[in-house]
């Protein structure tokens, strides 16, 4: 396994797609052990997911350990709990109430472990009147209030176009599992970390909601800018755009210099942050008609010799092009049993001293079916054989 942080650790990862398993990730990322439970035959449903060839599997799912296991089968719940008793967190994010109807909820498996930390990831959380619905990423965005305010003005609200909702209510979930270990350390008693999808996009909202209870505010779309935060903004150049923020006083100074006007770095009507919050629009648009002279390195180069924030806006083959990505180790390359140039994000945060590893991609389904059943569970082959035939594993 990769040695990080939580090498030594035992995550059991029940449920499928994203919310759930992207902390399984995370917590694999940094060295725990991860047992990925996948139905038996058709395994995690993001086994078929990505755009044209199915890859995402491989990324969520790496550095994790597949068994097949039978859910629903009281044979195939009794081995969830020998697992569970052996584990330091058990992670899942079907609907609420389903490991309960399973005999699989908190009360049976701390009962079982004391220690455990189970992580519960859902649409609307584990209670609540909501807690019993179907809930999707894209919903939570929505409720959250991130969608509404996402896109252009004149248009309907739009994706951000990943799956943030998903992945940021598994960030949190792995957030408050970490929380609970550092509680287990001076208590010896596990607890649930309840994640839900629509919390944690609110969580992001920044101010929006004191916004409107104090103001009577409700922020809107504004696309590409911030309202009254000024010079910040994606701007042509010759062969492209670039996204350049010069909206602090000192750094409008030098941006100012940098365009051949150095004296509206002290003009009244830009120099301070209300004033060209103000002038947003005019500023935007005579800093676009200087950029568009010149290339998108050009003002690249430029930015960087007068000390103005600024940046491409990079794809995938800019990624792995660019001097910072490399000098970081931020891509990886992998081997794969079916793909060459196999290449993924790194792990992250760094940490100096556990700083984790990849060791494999996501693994074929059941593939650890034999080390985890015969070597932590001690259970041998023809027992192994007479649940794999009755579709148990």
């Excluded at 004296?263 to 629009?281: I, K, T, V």
Aim: net charge negative; hydrophobic share 40%; aromatic share 6%.
């Amino acid at each position: 396994m990769a040695q990080g942080a939580l090498d030594g650790l035992r995550l059991i990862e029940m449920g499928q797609l994203i919310a759930g398993p992207f902390c399984g990730q995370l917590m694999a990322d940094h060295g725990a052990e991860v047992i990925k439970i996948e139905p038996p035959k058709v395994g995690d449903a993001m086994r078929a997911w990505g755009q044209g060839i199915p890859l995402w599997f491989s990324v969520v799912a790496r550095n994790k350990k597949s068994i097949t296991l039978n859910l629903r089968e009281k044979e195939g719940q009794d081995i969830v709990r020998n697992l569970a008793a052996k584990s330091d967190f058990l992670l899942e994010n079907f609907r609420p109430g389903t490991l309960e109807k399973w005999n699989l909820g908190w009360d049976e498996l701390h009962a079982i472990n004391e220690a455990l930390i189970m992580i519960r990831v859902s649409g609307y959380g584990q209670t609540g009147p909501y807690a019993s619905r179907a809930g999707y990423g894209g919903i939570g965005e929505a409720m959250g209030g991130m969608r509404y305010i996402a896109g252009e003005p004149d248009r309907p609200p739009s994706r951000a176009g990943i799956s943030i909702g998903d992945s940021l209510a598994a960030t949190y979930a792995c957030l408050g599992a970490l929380m609970a270990l550092n509680h287990r350390h001076n208590t010896g008693q596990g607890q649930v970390v309840d994640s839900a999808i629509y919390e944690a996009v609110l969580a992001m909202m920044e101010s929006t909601v004191t916004e409107y209870t104090v103001a009577n505010h409700i922020r809107e779309r504004t696309g590409s800018i911030l309202p009254k935060i000024a010079p910040s903004n994606v701007y042509p150049t010759k062969d492209g755009s670039v996204l350049v923020a010069g909206n602090q006083n000192s750094v409008w100074t030098r941006m100012a210099a940098m365009m051949g006007v150095p004296e509206l770095g002290d003009d009244p009507r830009y120099n301070s942050h209300m004033a060209r919050g103000e002038r947003q629009e005019e500023l935007d648009i005579m800093i676009g008609e200087w950029t568009q002279q010149r290339t998108s390195n050009e003002v690249l180069d430029l930015c960087e010799e007068h000390g103005v924030p600024a940046g491409n806006m990079y794809r995938a083959p800019e990624m792995l092009e660019d001097p910072q990505f490399q000098a970081r180790n931020a891509l990886v390359e992998l081997d794969h049993p079916e793909h060459e140039n196999f290449v993924m994000q790194n792990v992250a945060p760094k940490l100096s001293e556990t700083p984790g590893k990849i060791e494999w991609v996501g693994p074929e389904l059941g593939e650890h079916n034999e080390q985890i059943y015969g070597e932590l569970l001690g259970m041998d082959s023809a027992t192994r054989v007479d649940l794999e035939d009755r579709g148990i594993i």
